[in-house]
């Protein structure tokens, strides 16, 4: 059996890339690909459990505490769903994984990349994305959108200097020498996320279909925007 593919969104608050991962869904469906939609933290009991602490916990988690959580929601996550659906050769769509911890907890929070790294590293038992689509948007552009979405989380709370942090660091990623530097990555391609639902659905359909034509290159609508 053919082994599957994962496929991280990644990006900053308001990049537009939990709408993209949806319509891509729905586009694979449309033509009975077999794959699975995912989203971190979350997807297991303990996921879940951990998204609640991390996104709605009053009066704050340690940084450490924070990343840990994460870790642990992965480790779940890899090993009981994404890890048997690519065994049965599906695609798996994750909504974040660990470049959000390199972004987040290393730039944003300040922990140390080496440890996070090897903390990743038994997370994940080694898997890297086969290919992670990284939205760039401008900043007015997320903003509005992160403010659509109603009353902010506590990542969301986090301030303007750390998520100028997250911003720059994601910008990084997307240097080849970082991605040198970072092989566990695998690669990362940018997506401009700017525009309506649609137009950028056009443009992650072209990523895709420039790595796996045989997969991607049928011409097939735009399925309508949603979540």
Do not use: C
Request: zero cysteines; hydrophobic letters at 50%; glycine letters at 10%.
């Amino acid at each position: 059996m053919t082994r599957g593919r994962l496929i991280v969104f990644e990006g900053p608050e308001g990049a537009g890339k939990t709408t993209q991962v949806g319509l891509l869904s729905a586009w694979l469906a449309a033509r009975g690909v077999e794959h699975l939609r995912v989203r971190e933290p979350g997807g297991t009991p303990l996921g879940d459990e951990a998204r609640r602490l991390l996104l709605d916990t009053p009066g704050g988690l340690d940084a450490r505490a924070e990343a840990l959580l994460f870790m642990a929601s992965r480790a779940a996550l890899v090993a009981e769903v994404i890890v048997p659906a690519m065994a049965r050769g599906a695609l798996v769509l994750a909504d974040r994984y660990f470049l959000s911890t390199y972004a987040y907890q290393v730039a944003g929070r300040g922990l140390p990349e080496s440890e996070i790294r090897a903390a990743n590293a038994l997370a994940t038992d080694g898997l890297s994305p086969d290919l992670t689509l990284l939205f760039s948007v401008p900043a007015q552009v997320r903003a509005a959108r992160a403010a659509a979405r109603g009353a902010p989380d506590r990542i969301e709370r986090a301030g303007d200097a750390f998520h100028a942090r997250v911003e720059r660091a994601f910008a990084m990623f997307l240097s080849p020498n970082w991605q040198a530097g970072h092989p566990e990555a695998g690669p990362v391609v940018d997506v401009n996320g700017d525009g309506d639902a649609a137009a950028v659905f056009a443009r992650v359909r072209a990523a895709l279909g420039e790595r796996w034509p045989g997969l991607f290159d049928a011409a097939a609508p735009a399925p309508a925007p949603g979540r």
